[in-house]
């Protein structure tokens, strides 16, 4: 419309509701780019770390299904997604990719033994698995989403949200690494034990690693002091910014045309006052 009648002006178009507009179509672009990406790089990880197609369908289908279940939980309670808890799914597949790792390591160990009991099916390298990493699985899940929680008690209701789902997001994934992955890897039990009597490099060059950690533990002590207090320095740096036309690249239209009317018309933005009182439509 606006394209019609401009005529040879120039036009400018901002506003509270368009950038709404904007943001939800860049944060549904991003997931879609992101999150098949990250995916994609996490099944390298565990490529390299496993060398078998099941170690990664089954590190990776958990982690999916976890960030199903989360994005399904926020879309059932009638929580929508913003610009915080958009990064949930990629936090999700962080966290929850090591706990399927774990239980996917330990599977591949337990083939490697000797013992017909313990390396002869599928069924019982699992279930050894899962009887040696149930209880660090249970308290890391708790640790991770207890800390998590910690965010629900800031008065900001998006940084709110993002604490709380991420949190489910970490107990889902605790729980699909306890009952889906192991319930996954007794498929193909035998394939998955031919491979794993063969010689693995990676646990030789983690062996080296630690040695060299030994050696030189009192250099490594000191390099951490040094940078942790660095560190502390400039977190006194950090700023606080609300502007939130910055997050667009200077390039965008949105904010070309919302600097544009800034420079023109004195301020394309809008300013907010919240009110609090003691009952619901008190002000009505």
Not at 39 to 63: C, D, E, M, P, Q
């Amino acid at each position: 419309m606006v394209a019609e009648e401009r005529g040879d002006l120039d036009d400018w178009i901002s506003g509270t509701h368009h950038l709404e507009v904007i943001t939800f179509d860049l944060l549904l672009s991003d997931l879609l780019r992101i999150l098949p990406l990250g995916a994609s790089i996490l099944a390298l990880v565990v490529l390299a770390a496993f060398r078998t197609g099941k170690g990664v369908l089954v590190s990776l289908f958990g982690i999916v299904i976890a960030n199903l279940w989360t994005l399904g939980t926020m879309a059932w309670l009638g929580y929508p997604l913003h610009l915080v808890t958009a990064v949930v799914p990629a936090l999700i597949q962080t966290v929850g990719i090591t706990y399927t790792m774990h239980v996917v390591s330990e599977y591949y160990d337990q083939l490697r033994r000797p013992d017909p009991a313990e390396a002869g099916e599928g069924l019982g390298a699992a279930g050894s698995a899962l009887r040696g990493l149930a209880m660090p699985l249970l308290l890391t899940g708790i640790t991770t989403a207890a800390g998590l929680c910690c965010l629900m008690l800031t008065p900001l209701p998006a940084v709110r949200e993002f604490g709380m789902f991420s949190a489910l997001g970490a107990v889902y994934s605790a729980l699909l690494a306890a009952t889906f992955v192991p319930a996954a890897l007794c498929l193909g039990a035998q394939r998955a034990q031919k491979h794993a009597s063969q010689e693995d490099g990676f646990d030789r060059r983690a062996a080296r690693l630690a040695r060299f950690d030994l050696r030189h533990r009192r250099a490594i002590f000191a390099i951490s002091a040094a940078v942790f207090a660095l560190s502390v320095v400039g977190m006194t740096q950090i700023q606080v910014n609300t502007d939130f036309i910055s997050a667009f690249a200077s390039a965008h239209p949105v904010r070309r045309d919302f600097e544009a009317i800034s420079k023109h018309l004195d301020g394309g933005g809008g300013i907010t006052v919240a009110l609090e009182a003691p009952s619901r439509d008190a002000f009505k």
